[in-house]
């Protein structure tokens, strides 16, 4: 059975940095496209970053710069180190893996809230 | 980046309706990159829909999807009390993915 269970969220001052884990049972991440998809309190879906097979990874414009994705395969746990938090990145952070483009398994999300 | 409008914002139906729920990109999409979601409170997303038309396994008949370049479209055949939820289109190109802003389906 395929789970995605997330960890490391928490309230953060702005300015800040959080490193988010995402551990993976029932598939290998690094066989899988994995990506982490953000939504802010009682809003719409954002994707945030894709990491790639290959370790190519992308990030939207509004994080770019500041998150770094990346995985462990002995851990089978993909991360996400945000730095620079501002408040407009208070959101629940979900990570999911990618199918062909769409995502098809969802973690039950790890809350970030970003204030002071 | 490729911008997808849903409509209605809100829609309010009874159970046993139908449910005819829009997505419309900014530029023409790849039917093999357009994905459908219904998310519950206090739940994450679960897809039902991929490749704009392709139900995922164990989703129930009664939600299908169509559509193709700009104009796509989500549509419950028949409500059930289960199927009041957010519901969101997602799309990929470009290394980059977008989601609509949502539809709520609420009962009438």
Redesign the interface.
Known sequence: EVQLVESGGGLIQPGGSLRLSCAASGFFVSRNYM?W?RQPPGK????VS?IYSGDNA?Y??SVKGRFTISRDISKNTLYLQMNSLRAEDTAMY?C?RE??????D????TLVTVSS | ?IVLTQSPGTLSLSPGERATLSCRASQSVSS??L?W?Q?KPG?????LI??ASSR?TGIPDRFSGSGSGTDFTLTISRLEPEDFAVY?C?Q?GD????????TKLEIK
């Open positions: 990506v998809v719409g879906l954002e994707w894709v992308y939207a414009n979900y999911a199918g062909h483009r769409e995502f098809t969802w973690g039950q999300g | 980046e093999g990159y994905a979601y998310q739940q994450p997303p679960r897809l991929y490749g995922v969101y997602q990929y290394s980059s993915y977008t989601f609509g802003q949502g």
